[in-house]
């Protein structure tokens, strides 16, 4: 799932936490599809909600689309 198919209705914003599971890290992910991994929960939320700024969206194609692996021979 990405920014831009959150499952919300049109135009409404859309913030996504995600701890990360066997470490005190926490993923955010931002309705411009920026996202950016946090130790602090406060700090995550400064950043979230002070959009624009320190957002720099994902490219499409260095999330959406996995490499493909290696053939075996």
Known sequence: MSARDSGAPAGRTVYRIRWLPGTDRLHASCFCGAEREFEDPVVLWDWLLGHPEGHLP?????HDSPAPAAALV
């Open 58 to 62: 994902r490219t499409p194609e260095a």
